[in-house]
Each structure stands twice: as structure tokens, then as C-alpha cells.
């Protein structure tokens, strides 16, 4: 993974100490609300519905284990004694004080971490497939590639101040598990005539205006992509709205120009650009960055560890957790692990200090010293050889991170909701632990196969509800909260955004409406093979809207 230079400590550094004065000035009077709201927001911190809560960037979701601790450490001394992992792979803490963060930003810049840019109306966490650099199917490492983002677009001063905040994404797979086409910018590493460059993506987005991004080119040399992405940026800036900040998403500029007109812009902007304009992005630079990704030193194994058939035969719970928490691992004899932070009865995403602990533990004993943090709200150790699974899976599962349902029915993304948030209508937390306590029996969970559901408190849609095969949303309607179902959403490379079908449910009528969906899928299914999305793609919305609204 990256580490600091000298350059990037004292940057942080000296950040840390800039934020601790403004702190003082906020905590003295010196400084209005309304004033600090833009410092804070430029450091993580946001003011939520019952006190600050501290956003911590983990660029492109990868965690050591020391990181990991101190994160935990947080947790422990300063929070509730958890955490909150978030879709953007970032970390969440609700509970912090404020005279406490300074502290905390020191402390997290011990190891290399911070919380810059995690939040206010600029180039966010650059995100990426929690199994980069393990995946079997990947072409290459994307990992690079997004620290080459980072570096370039952090402190950027032609964007620090853009109409609205800003995500990017990058896959290097045929099957894209980062959610490239519902992002500001979604980049797809691919190569062509032997040489590496990018499928670019432009305008995707969730909230109040949920759009699919355009294809803006099919191929950008991995030499020009920081001047194309540059290109883009500069047109969005110029023309972005920001006289109404619902329509200020660069998905809003693609649509109203329409996209002929926006992809001619943005390649006049890109030819345009003078000699001394460009990024000298070199294959020596390319290279260097490429370094600090190096595979770790994986032992040979063969591709079939006896240990671990002898554990599956004697325990039928492990043998379920491997068929589903398990993804191919390039090298034979390995695997990358799903941890789940979805156990029944535990907010979605949340894990405490002992827990996290426990993960930097396993990391650094069998995952060679490797996390993950993935957009579904879970933590992965990417490289773990066969042979240790029934040791990872005892102490996980002592510790309550045993639950197998990765991709499953219960494995939820589900926003904080109006237990915390200021923004939202209704509670997410509360109605998905209700849905989750339906399918708790593991043999039918696995039995309902690849199922996503994804739950949002309102229409900013943190919960990621419009491409959740299931997508759940919370509304207010007289003081009352409702939830509207939204059926055929999927953020992989098919990649489509969930249909309304129908007046919103009181949240007691959610789970009992849910259960009747997947039966009615049960029932009509093929096989067992055919997963939930494809026979809904086959057989429409409507039979299962009137599922949906039967009478039990």
C-alpha cells in the first residue's frame, strides 16, 4: 500500500494544527456556526442530527493493520466504542466531540491517515474493488491508479470549490464490484493493442436525480487520463450549476446538454490544452506509484487444501460461511474473506473496538498485514491461504463476524437514517434490522441466493436505494414515516436504477411485503442458479409489484 512521503506528513501535519486553531476560535465564540461550517467541512466534520460526527478517509478502502488499531482506538477512547464503515469506504464516528477532534486528527496522522476532503464540494475518496490487487478476473491492479487520483486531485485548486461534491470510481474487471457507472466519474482499466488505458465514464449519480453515466470515450491512454480527467473537471467547473443545489451534480450538466454536446466540450477542452498545461505523467512516475502495490510474497499452495475439506465436513456452519464469504483469489490455494458487519440485530456497517481489533489481528497473522474496506459496508482480508480458514473462521465467529450472508438478503447497505441524520425523513437502521430477522435461518438465506437489498432514510439516497435489486426508501408524509419499494436496481456492469411500484408502506408492513417479493421470486424461479434480479429481468416488474401488495 502507499506510504507517506516526507512531503505528505507535514502536509497533514500542518492541517492538524490549522484545524485545532480553528477549533479553539469555534469553542471560544470566536467563530459563528455558520463560519466554521466550511472549515469543518474541509476536515470530515459534519453536524449531524445529535452531535458532530468525523468522517476518516481510507483512500480506495485499504487498511493495515496499525491503521486499523488506531481506528479502533478512537472508537474506544473518544466514541461509543464503534464505528460506523460507510458505502464511500470511509469510516464514520457519531460521537466525538468537538474539542476532542484535533486530538484524534493527531493521532490518526500518526499513521497515516486523516479525514481531508471527505467531505464539502470537492474530489472525494477515489474508490475501487475491495479485491483489487487478489481478484482472479482483474486485468491489473486498479490500486495504483487510484492513488495516482488522489495525489493528483487533493488540495487541487481549480477544484477545491466545485458546484458539488465529487466521486470517482475505477474497476479493472469484466464484473464491476465498484459501482463505476453511478459515479461522477467511473473509469474501466482495460487494454488495447498492448496498451493500458481507461473506458471513462461521466455523469452517474443516486439521489433526488438518479442517472446511469454516459460512455464520454471508450479508450484515454493511461499517459493522458490525468488531462482528460482534467478536461472533464474544467467543463463541469465552468459550467456546473450553482444557482440551485439540487441541479448542481455534474449528472444534471451531462443530461441538460445532452451528451453529444457535453463529449464535444469536453474533447475541445482536452485539445486545448497547451504543452505546459499537461501532466507529466511518465512511465517512470506510472511505475513508482505501481511499486507500492507490489503483491505480497504468497507462499506456493496447492490448489486444494485438505485441512479445509475436513473442517467443512465436520461443520456444517463452516462450510456454508466458506461457499459464501469466500471470492477467488488469483494465486491457487488462496482465497479473499468477506468479513460481515451484518449479524442479525446489529446497525448495518457498525463495528466495535474489540472487533476491529480482532480483523488487525487476523491481518497481520494470516492476511499479510492487508484490509479492505468494501462499498457493501463489510472488511476483507484479500490474500489468506486456505489452510488458516477454519482458524479465521472460529475467531471471527467468537467474535460475532462469523455471519455468512456476503451478497445474501441480510447483507444490506443501509444509510445511518434519522437515528443520526439531520437530512433525513425516516429511520433506515430499524426497518432493515426488522426485514433481516425474516431471512435469520441460514439455509434459507443461502437457499434465496444474490440478493440485494438497500435501504435510504431519504432521497440523498446514502443507502444506495435506487440499485438495490430490493431498494427501500424512507419518506415523511405528515409527520409520518412511509417507505416506497423500488424493484430491479443493480450497480454491476448491467447496471440499472430500481423502479418505484407503488405507494410507500408504514414501516410495520416493510418486512411482511419483503418476505412476499422473494417467495413469489422462490416460486418462479427457474433453478436454484437464477438469481433474484435475472428472473425479475425476465419476468418484469409486475408480477411482482402485485406480490408485493398481496393480502397475506
Known amino acids: 500500500m502507499y506510504r507517506y512521503d516526507q512531503f505528505d506528513a507535514r502536509i497533514v501535519a500542518e492541517r492538524v494544527a490549522q484545524f485545532r486553531g480553528q477549533v479553539a476560535r469555534r469553542l471560544s465564540g470566536e ?67 468537538l474539542k476532542d477532534i484535533p486530538d484524534v486528527l493527531e493521532k490518526l496522522a500518526e499513521v497515516e491517515m486523516h479525514a481531508i476532503q471527505t467531505s464539502g464540494n470537492c474530489i472525494r475518496n477515489t474508490t475501487t474493488d ?23 486531485s487533493t488540495f487541487h485548486p481549480e477544484f477545491a470549490a466545485l458546484p458539488r461534491k465529487f466521486k470517482i470510481a475505477v474497476t479493472a474487471a469484466e464484473h464491476d464490484r465498484a459501482a463505476i457507472r453511478v459515479h461522477d466519474v467511473g473509469l474501466h482499466i482495460l487494454q488495447k493493442d498492448g496498451v493500458t488505458g481507461f473506458e471513462v465514464w461521466v455523469g452517474g449519480g443516486q439521489g433526488r436525480t438518479p442517472v446511469i453515466a454516459t460512455l464520454v470515450n471508450s ?42 454536446e457535453y463529449i464535444r466540450q469536453v474533447e475541445e477542452e482536452f485539445a486545448a490544452q497547451r504543452p505546459h498545461e499537461k501532466i507529466a505523467l511518465t512511465a517512470d512516475e506510472i511505475a513508482r506509484i505501481h511499486a507500492y502495490f507490489a503483491p505480497p510474497a504468497l507462499a506456493a499452495k496447492p490448489a486444494v487444501s485438505e485441512r479445509l475439506e475436513a473442517a467443512k465436513a465436520a461443520d456444517p456452519a463452516f462450510a456454508r460461511w466458506t461457499r459464501v464469504n469466500l471470492h477467488p483469489h488469483k494465486a491457487p490455494g488462496y482465497a479473499s474473506v468477506t468479513v460481515s458487519l451484518k449479524p442479525q440485530g446489529i446497525a448495518p456497517g457498525d463495528a466495535t473496538d474489540t472487533q476491529m481489533e480482532l480483523v488487525a489481528d487476523l491481518a497481520e497473522k494470516f492476511g499479510h498485514g492487508d484490509i479492505r474496506v468494501s462499498h457493501a459496508q463489510n472488511l476483507i482480508l484479500p490474500h489468506v491461504a486456505l489452510d488458516d480458514l477454519p482458524e479465521i473462521y472460529a475467531a471471527l465467529d467468537a467474535a460475532g463476524l462469523g455471519t455468512a450472508n456476503e451478497s445474501r438478503i441480510t447483507d444490506m447497505i443501509v444509510c445511518p437514517g434519522l437515528d443520526y441524520c439531520n437530512l433525513a425523513n425516516a429511520r433506515s437502521i430499524p426497518v432493515s434490522l426488522e426485514v433481516s430477522k425474516l431471512f435469520a435461518d441460514p439455509a434459507y438465506e443461502e437457499d434465496i441466493g444474490r440478493l440485494h437489498i438497500n435501504v435510504s432514510g431519504c432521497i440523498n439516497a446514502c443507502g444506495h436505494h435506487h440499485v438495490g435489486h430490493i431498494g427501500i426508501l424512507g419518506v415523511d408524509k405528515k409527520g409520518e414515516e412511509f417507505y416506497q419499494i423500488l424493484l430491479g436496481g443493480r450497480a454491476d456492469e448491467k447496471a440499472a436504477l430500481g423502479n418505484i411500484v407503488g405507494p410507500g408502506l408504514r414501516a410495520e408492513e416493510v418486512p411482511g411485503a419483503i418476505h412476499r417479493v422473494v417467495e413469489f421470486y422462490r416460486a418462479q424461479r427457474t433453478s436454484k442458479d437464477e438469481k433474484f434480479i435475472d428472473t425479475l429481468e425476465r419476468l418484469g416488474h409486475q408480477p411482482f409489484q402485485e406480490a408485493l401488495y398481496a393480502a397475506d
Not at 473537471?233 to 451531462?254: E, F, P, T
Open 31 to 97: 467563530l459563528l456556526e455558520d463560519e466554521f461550517k466550511p472549515l469543518r467541512l474541509q476536515n470530515g466534520v459534519y453536524l449531524q442530527l445529535h452531535a458532530y460526527m468525523l468522517r476518516i478517509a481510507i483512500p480506495y478502502g485499504q487498511l493495515s493493520p496499525r491503521q486499523l488499531r488506531r481506528l479502533a482506538e478512537v472508537a474506544r477512547d473518544y466514541d461509543r466504542g464503534f464505528g460506523h464503515f460507510t458505502t464511500r469506504q470511509n469510516i464514520q464516528f457519531n460521537w466525538v466531540a
Open 130 to 152: 475491495h479485491f483489487a490487487g487478489a481478484a482472479q478476473d482483474e486485468l491489473l491492479d486498479p490500486r495504483p491508479w487510484c492513488e495516482i487520483i488522489r495525489q493528483w
Open 219 to 260: 479508450f484515454v491512454p493511461e499517459s493522458e487520463i490525468l488531462d482528460y480527467l482534467e478536461a472533464i473537471m474544467r467543463v463541469y467547473n465552468r459550467y456546473g450549476r450553482r444557482d440551485n443545489k439540487y441541479k448542481a451534480r455534474i449528472k444534471i450538466l451531462v443530461t441538460e446538454l445532452g451528451e453529444t
